[in-house]
């Protein structure tokens, strides 16, 4: 699986928007962009993911470049129990049922 | 979303004992299930695949005489830690997958945190 590069960190106010970037310079043709996330002492979930175009569901938004070499995760009104560590994993379909190689991850922290 | 589900949440064992974790996907046939472990503040790593009613694959590093895996049916697979010491001490967490999973979503268990004294 390619490499991504996200922040170490991130803050956000309750109640406002959350934008976490994702760099993937090295993207394939083929590799979707998946973004979990890992509540405190949780196992990982799934958030969202994406091939080129922009995608919205209820927990997220995913904003594609247009190059596919970043994108961002979209939070619309950030609450306390947005306090996770975000992880964005490139997966190419061609490799067949892989495990998820998670990086570091952005640590999002919420203030009230 | 589907459900995956482990057991215990939480052991506490004297070293030198053995630990079962179960991980169960609950309303789905996890055709594969991947076992994973994490430090405190650290990322998720992997420690092997296992599919099922075949051996499981390990990743470099990880004794496979230490952490026993067996995934006997479609929704079970089992990590054993055997002679369990102070430095197995960890989080570990499972994850399964269907037949399509590389293109919609794994789904995460909750993690059992294992503290051996």
């Known amino acids: 699986d390619a490499k991504t590069t996200q922040p170490n960190s991130m803050e956000s106010n309750e109640e406002e928007p959350v934008h976490l970037p994702c760099n993937h310079s090295?993207?394939?043709?083929?590799?979707?962009i998946h973004w979990y996330r890992q509540l405190p002492s949780q196992g990982p979930e799934y958030v969202i993911h994406?091939?080129?175009s922009n995608v919205n569901n209820r927990m997220a938004s995913l904003a594609i470049a247009e190059d596919r070499k970043s994108s961002t995760l979209i939070l619309h009104r950030a609450t306390l129990r947005d306090a996770a560590v975000y992880y964005c994993?490139?997966?190419?379909?061609?490799?067949?049922?892989?495990?998820?190689?998670f990086g570091k991850g952005t640590r999002l922290s919420v203030i009230a | 979303g589907a459900v995956v589900s482990q057991h215990p949440s939480w052991v506490i064992c004297k070293s030198g004992t053995s630990v079962k974790i179960e991980c169960r996907s609950l309303?789905?046939?996890?055709?594969?299930m991947f076992w994973y472990r994490q430090f405190p503040k650290q990322s998720l790593m992997l420690m092997a695949t296992?599919?099922?009613?075949?051996?499981?694959?390990?990743e470099q590093g990880v004794e496979k005489d230490k952490f026993l895996i067996n995934h006997a049916s479609l929704t079970l697979s089992t990590l054993t830690v055997t002679s369990a010491h102070p430095e197995d001490s960890s989080f570990y967490i499972c994850?399964?997958?269907?037949?399509?999973?590389?293109?919609?979503?794994?789904?995460f268990g909750p993690g059992t945190r294992l503290t051996v004294l």
């Open positions: 994850s399964a997958a269907g037949l399509a999973s590389f293109l919609d979503t794994q789904y």
């Open positions: 090295t993207i394939s043709g083929t590799d979707y």
């Open positions: 994406g091939l080129t």
């Open positions: 994993i490139l997966r190419d379909p061609v490799s067949g049922n892989t495990p998820l190689v």
């Open positions: 309303d789905f046939q996890a055709t594969t």
């Open positions: 296992s599919n099922e009613g075949s051996k499981a694959t390990y």
